[in-house]
């Protein structure tokens, strides 16, 4: 199986542009977020509700959509969920 690399589809799809790995840019840090859902059971279904939505986030005092993930399958979304739980 080839390895999905997560990083670069991430900032494909622009994702880095508010996310850093282990700083606070206009969303949290990949890092912060693995803390938050470490010991959350249904960390993997939020996780996957948020990138398939477009839920309402607060960016700057304004809210916006946020970004859905194009996952061109549902391993590639797994994949970027599983690598951000691993930081
Ligand atoms: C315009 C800036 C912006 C872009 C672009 C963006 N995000 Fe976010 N993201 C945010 C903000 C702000 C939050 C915090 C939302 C909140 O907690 O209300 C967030 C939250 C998240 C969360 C955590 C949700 C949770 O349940 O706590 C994940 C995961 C995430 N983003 C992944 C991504 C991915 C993957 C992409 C690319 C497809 C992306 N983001 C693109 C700003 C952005």
């Known amino acids: 199986m080839a390895a999905i690399n997560v990083q670069k589809m991430l900032k494909k799809q622009g994702c880095l ?16 977020l693995a803390a ?3 010991d959350d059971l249904e960390a993997t279904v939020k996780l996957r509700t948020h990138l398939t939505s477009s839920p309402e986030i607060g960016v700057e005092g304004k809210v916006e959509k946020h970004k859905q993930f194009e996952p061109k399958s549902t391993t590639d979304l797994d994949a970027v969920i599983r690598w951000i739980r691993s930081h």
Request: proline share 5%; glycine share 6%.
């Open 17 to 32: 542009k508010c996310h850093a790995i282990s700083h606070q840019k206009d969303g949290p840090s990949i890092k912060k």
């Open 36 to 38: 938050k859902y470490r």
